[in-house]
């Protein structure tokens, strides 16, 4: 095994010195225009309107949210260069009346991708939380005390309790003079040591490899393989990365290519994480959506993958295939067969596949388990496991840990092309690498206390007492939600939120409309005005033509979801009797 | 002319893709001097290559060789190979963790695993990573983030009053936990401490962005900034020699590079006649937009002048460019006659007109200074003059990615908030980074003064940053077989000093240098013994290598 790493790395840094060398040599490169040509018409191509009726329905609902919040855009046509834009804004007066030129920057020359990005989760209606709790801050009077975000599954602003064990470690790491505190436990001290070795000079404060600490990858890899049942995983094939995010935007760059209706096409779910209708806005790349079937617990379904690719074979050219399991926003579990008909179908279709599995470790409901993609991949025999592109994702944002702030998480690629992989290094390598301290978090997620060890117990308990509370609101949100006449909830089966669907009478569609909202906007907003809870709308994720839904997350401490169910009980009901 | 027509060209080195790395010399010939109505030409080749001859490429690597027969038996190939990747991440290049690195990596494992070199440990003088080089961490801001991760240590009493008041004041700003987006205290401490910086220039903290290091913060701005189609494109301004994350994010994005070229002769000045003929050559291809500046400079160590600043800032005004400065290296300055001044005092300085027009971008992080803590990658970003719905753009885009680990906005925040004269911390703090900047101005002159001593190497006073960018001279014969072996000679000369002295820096031609001169990057992080060690290992190395050459006597020539 060393040998075979040993010279899959010779021979990956001779070709690296290759092409270095090659790009190196061209030491005159005029632009090329070929390139920009060509870019004009495939921006052309990826702005027309899709001929898939169901990826025109989801630009259609983004349209709405997008006229609403910068109508401005549209009322004048974009200028290509900084010249027109001092030509049409002409000249200015600032406050002390001199006179200045227009800006270099504006709406109308910035790059058309980042406006074409959009991120529910962090938008409109989390800025005007932001300014409740502002106001509520200067004595404003509201009809509530406080504003409640239920709206991202950021677990520890919502008093989920941080694993002592891990902080311990970190802390020593940090700081290792508290190696000499014999308050701190022996097990973590260990850690700390064996952790700082792997780091240059002995300190979190250098940068590591662009993969990641060596050690830290090994430990990653042991940790699937157990996690697998022994399925061998290498740990070249671990990229650490700096939360989930990092990882998926990164492979997407990768796998974004070609021109006009070759152009990457990337099947993603509805409804879906938005992070990835925004990595897509932002690569131009074309957005398969397929979606997933909300009268069967939002399970998925291939005929509906094979309807999604058909009709998207005419415009572009669908390379990847992107899974969240279990399911966010939607809380699905995928079951085993199921994800054995998706490695089957992406082998057949060629397709690259991306399993978004950072909610691994919150299943809550009976009878679900979580699969990965990997295991059953390889479980499906070499003629799967020997072909199948696949990259999985995890995170230490979610699970029992809920440490977002640190931004950790792991990739594993399998089957990756040799060569690819060298350029996939070089591009993460522009960026150094991920936060160290999110390193050490990462190892001692994968590599927590073990039974003999005195951190074993206090580990053990508060991980499980997170993980039982987190069922227990799940039931919880399901319930209660499914009691009010108009909102119908699947069960959380795993992850960390619920999407119910909710009836909008017409009369307040009507008026959505007339404001230029999307109704569950408009709903939301309603919501969060009277009642302070903040919430996301379906539209953010993308649903069905026609219907109307929100998510919420389900880590509130049990008294304050309680309320919060009620307070949404009763909004809905007044919000139904309003408009009907 | 035509020496100056391959000048011009040469400062439009483009972000173009490549087509075929892995066989140099033909791509070499068939990618440069293409005109337009070639175009489609190349483009039906490239597309033709997605389908088709898949038998060119392959190694025999077990994993590559894998072409698996699915259902009906036919051949299934990769879905992304070389010729499916996305051609702007074929064009990005990083030379800091390119090759020779990679190299340095495997030099390593192997001495570890008992081989014999003519050296027992490999010298890493590549990077600016100040811990892994034996600095010690400022242990204020270590106990403020230790703190901060484990809350508990707020009763221990082996911890600074003033320390824990700041732990608690971040934890409040998170929401009693480690998250938040950016922590709001941070950034209004970051506001405070550039009033400071800057003699009371206002500085508003809802202009500052936390990031993840500066790289993060400078890949953003660029993005934004990215637009328009062929001569619309935007030109992005970039010094030569440049810090190559510039050179990668622009290949990435697709822009248009346009190289100003440093006067090595003037201690790597910023010549302003120079940013207009790059300016004015660049504007027949694309729409130069953005100026980017490093002060003080990496890799070649200069710290601008105010006058320089101003004649910068004028021209930006004049010709309607973002300017983005990158002031990482703020606080290493050495050179007893020179100082750091910020772009925006400059900019306040230079009178209303400048100051409410010129759109500024000036990045900071916690990994240089005297901090040196690269691996909690932290950093910020304060954009002046930015269109308000521009920002709300930049807001939506930065969410995306969530937030940057709160452990490098601690970090930053104590930087930018050290203890005060009144607080049990400051002793200490003030040794220690008196400790760290004082070394490092002593090992800047020392690899100043020991390669200038060397025959055929020639140094710039290293007045600030982290690096030595020495010129060398590489003999004629030297040269030729570097080119035999389809290699930069300098990338050759550093490959050889890396395999028979263990050091490892970085050939010159990652950061762009003037066609025919030749030099590497040098950190002078290493403690001062080792780097004295290192100067004598370059010494003796430069001068068998020119022997080697026969060349040694055209060298003492050549560079005096």
Request: net charge neutral; proline share 6%.
């Amino acid at each position: 095994m060393g040998f075979f790493c040993g010279t899959l790395l010779g021979r990956q840094t001779a070709s690296a010195v290759q092409s270095w060398c090659a790009r190196s040599t061209r030491l005159l490169r005029l632009k090329d225009f070929h390139n920009r040509c060509s870019r004009e018409e495939r921006e052309a191509c990826f702005l027309q309107p899709p001929t898939h009726p169901r990826a025109h329905t989801h630009t259609h609902t983004h349209t709405h949210t997008h006229t609403h919040t910068h109508t401005h855009t549209h009322t004048h046509t974009p200028p290509t260069t900084s010249a027109a834009v001092s030509i049409e804004e002409g000249e200015e007066m600032t406050e002390n009346s001199v006179v200045h030129r227009g800006k270099v920057l504006t709406l109308g020359t910035m790059n058309p991708s980042v406006k074409r990005v959009e991120y529910a989760v962090r938008g409109p209606i989390v800025q005007r939380a932001v300014q409740l709790e502002q106001e509520l801050k200067q004595g404003i009077q509201k009809p509530f005390t406080e504003v409640i975000k239920a709206n991202i599954g950021d677990c520890h602003a919502m008093g989920q309790q941080p694993i002592t064990f891990f902080r311990q470690v970190l802390a020593l790491c940090c700081y290792p003079d508290l190696l000499e505190d014999n308050r701190f436990p022996e097990d973590t001290k260990t850690r700390a040591r064996r952790i700082l070795q792997a780091c240059g000079g002995g300190s979190l404060g250098s940068y590591s490899a662009s993969q990641g600490i060596e050690i830290v990858r090994q430990d990653v890899a042991r940790y699937i393989e157990k996690r697998d049942g022994g399925i061998p995983c290498n740990p070249d094939n671990i990229y650490l990365t700096t939360g989930a995010s990092d990882g998926i935007t990164t492979m997407l760059k990768l796998l974004v290519s070609g021109e006009g209706s070759s152009r990457t096409g990337v099947m993603i779910s509805i409804p879906q994480y938005p992070l990835y209708s925004a990595a897509l806005a932002e690569l131009s790349a074309v957005q398969i959506s397929y979606y997933l079937d909300e009268e069967n617990c939002w399970s998925l379904a291939v005929g509906e993958l094979q309807h999604a690719l058909e009709a998207a074979r005419q415009y572009c050219r669908p390379r990847v295939l992107c899974i969240i399991n279990p399911g966010n926003p939607t809380g699905q579990v995928q079951s085993r067969q199921c994800i054995e008909d998706v490695i089957k179908f992406a082998a057949e279709q060629n397709l690259f596949l991306m399993a978004d599995e950072v909610y691994q470790d919150n299943v809550y409901a009976d009878g679900c388990r979580f699969h990965s993609f990997k295991k059953v991949l390889f479980e499906m025999g070499s003629k799967y496991s020997d072909q199948v592109e696949l990259v999985s994702f995890h995170s230490t944002s979610k699970c029992y840990m809920g440490e977002c702030g640190f931004r950790a998480g792991y990739m594993e690629v399998v089957n990756m092309d040799p060569e690819v992989k060298v350029q996939l290094t070089k591009l993460v390598s522009v960026r150094l690498c991920p936060p160290v301290p999110g390193q050490v978090l990462l190892d001692l997620v994968v590599n927590p206390p073990l039974p003999e060890e005195p951190s074993y117990r206090t580990f053990f308990e508060e991980r499980s007492a997170t993980l039982a509370m987190l069922a227990e609101k799940a039931r919880m949100t399901q319930q209660i939600l499914n009691e009010v006449p108009g909102i119908t909830c699947n069960p959380v089966q795993g992850a960390m939120y619920t999407f119910p669907r909710i009836q909008l009478p017409p009369k307040a569609i009507a008026q959505a409309k007339e404001k230029g909202q999307a109704p569950d906007m408009f709903y939301c907003m309603k919501l969060l005005e009277e009642t302070g809870i903040c919430l996301v709308p379906g539209s953010g994720f993308g649903q069905r033509d026609g219907t109307y839904h929100f998510r919420m997350t389900i880590l509130p401490p049990t008294d304050k979801l309680k309320i919060v169910l009620a307070k949404i009980k009763e909004f809905h009901q007044s919000f139904t009797e309003q408009y009907s | 002319m035509h020496r100056l027509q391959s000048l011009a060209n040469r400062s439009l080195i483009s972000g173009a893709f490549d087509q075929c790395p892995a066989l140099p010399r033909t791509s070499v010939k068939t990618s440069p001097k293409k005109s337009p109505c070639r175009v489609g030409v190349r483009r039906k080749s490239q597309e033709a290559s997605i389908d088709g001859p898949y038998g060119l490429k392959r190694y025999s690597t077990s994993e590559a060789t894998v072409a698996a027969t699915v259902g009906n038996g036919q051949i299934r190939e990769k879905t992304l190979t070389m010729e499916t990747l996305n051609p702007q991440v074929k064009a990005v290049e990083y030379a800091v963790r390119g090759p020779i690195v990679i190299k340095a990596g495997e030099i390593e494992r192997y001495l570890q695993e008992g081989g014999k070199k003519p050296f027992t440990e490999v010298i890493k003088a590549n990077i600016g990573d100040a811990h892994a080089m034996g600095q010690q961490p400022i242990t204020f801001l270590r106990q403020v983030v230790a703190l901060c991760t484990f809350p508990e240590l707020l009763d221990s009493p082996s911890f600074p009053k003033d320390a824990k008041w700041r732990a608690r004041r971040i934890l409040q700003s998170c929401g009693g936990q480690m998250l938040k987006h950016w922590v709001d205290c941070i950034r209004q401490d970051i506001a405070a401490y550039i009033e400071q910086r800057d003699q009371g220039v206002p500085a508003n903290w809802e202009n500052i962005f936390l990031t993840t290091g500066a790289s993060d913060g400078i890949v953003s701005i660029l993005r934004l900034l990215v637009s328009g189609q062929a001569h619309a494109r935007t030109g992005v301004m970039i010094p030569i020699p440049q810090y190559p994350l510039y050179s990668a994010a622009i290949a990435e994005m697709d822009a248009v590079q346009v190289n100003y070229y440093l006067d090595e002769d003037n201690c790597w000045a910023l010549d302003v006649h120079e940013l207009h003929r790059a300016y004015q050559t660049a504007k027949e291809h694309c729409q130069p937009r953005v100026l980017c500046i490093i002060n003080p400079g990496n890799p070649t160590g200069q710290v601008q002048s105010k006058k320089c600043i101003k004649d910068v800032l004028h021209f930006a005004y004049e010709e309607n460019l973002f300017v983005m400065a990158d002031e990482v290296y703020q606080d290493n300055v050495y050179a007893p006659d020179c100082q750091f001044h910020s772009f925006k005092k400059v900019l306040y300085e230079m009178g209303p007109e400048y100051f409410n027009s010129v759109e500024l971008a000036s990045f900071h992080s916690s990994s240089k200074g005297y901090t040196g803590e690269c691996g909690f990658r932290g950093g910020f970003m304060e954009i002046v003059n930015l269109d308000p719905e521009v920002k709300s753009q930049l807001v939506k885009m930065l969410s995306v990615r969530l937030c940057p680990p709160v452990t490098g906005q601690a970090a930053m925040d104590v930087i930018v908030n050290p203890p005060q004269p009144d607080e049990p911390s400051h002793g200490q703090f003030y040794k220690e980074k008196g400790l760290v900047l004082g070394a490092l101005a002593d090992k800047a002159k020392l690899t100043e003064h020991i390669l200038n001593a060397v025959p055929g190497i020639k140094c710039n006073p290293v007045q600030g940053a982290m690096y030595a960018f020495p010129r060398i001279f590489i003999p004629p014969r030297a040269v030729e077989e570097a080119q035999a072996l389809g290699m930069q000679p300098d990338m050759m000369y550093c490959l050889r000093l890396l395999e028979e002295t263990g050091i490892c820096v970085v050939p010159g031609s990652g950061f762009g240098q003037r066609e025919g001169s030749y030099h590497f990057r040098m950190t002078i992080l290493p403690s001062a013994e080792k780097l004295k060690v290192l100067l004598e290992k370059v010494h003796d190395f430069h001068i068998k290598f020119l022997n080697e050459y026969s060349a040694l006597d055209e060298a003492q020539r050549s560079v005096s």
